[in-house]
């Protein structure tokens, strides 16, 4: 069975700093893209930052220059690092994969339990 665990999160003030971890666990064949999504209360998850298997990397426009995704292919981890955290940063953060199980099967879609991170002073 796959698993994806975060790690990482926590309570920082703003301008600080941290880095989310997420590990990849169980029979994977092949893994596609990697994100990071956040949810804030009352808001919709977001798509945060997502690399491809070529290393292609896309972020939302308000982290860009502040968050930077990077991966692990033969650890299957994948990171984010975040720094120059402001309150409006604060939220849940999901860890996803697009993977496929078995050789030449299908991919399909997992996630993470989350992380909090809280930026406040």
């Known amino acids: 069975q796959v698993q994806l665990v975060e790690s990482g999160g926590g309570l920082v003030q703003p301008g600080g700093s941290l880095r989310l971890s997420c590990a990849v666990s169980g029979s994977i064949f092949s893994i596609d893209v990697m994100r990071w999504y956040r949810q804030a209360p009352g808001k919709e998850r977001e798509a945060v930052a997502a690399?491809?298997?070529?290393?292609?990397?896309h972020y939302l426009e308000s982290v860009k220059g502040r968050f930077t995704i990077s991966r692990d292919n033969a650890k299957k981890m994948v990171y984010l690092q975040m720094n120059s955290l402001k309150p409006e940063d604060t939220a849940v953060y999901y860890c996803?994969?697009?993977?496929?199980?078995?050789?030449?099967?299908?991919?399909?879609?997992?996630w993470g339990q989350g992380t909090q991170v809280t930026v406040s002073s």
């Open positions: 996803y994969i697009n993977a496929a199980p078995l050789y030449s099967g299908p991919y399909y879609d997992y």
């Open positions: 690399i491809s298997s070529g290393g292609t990397i």
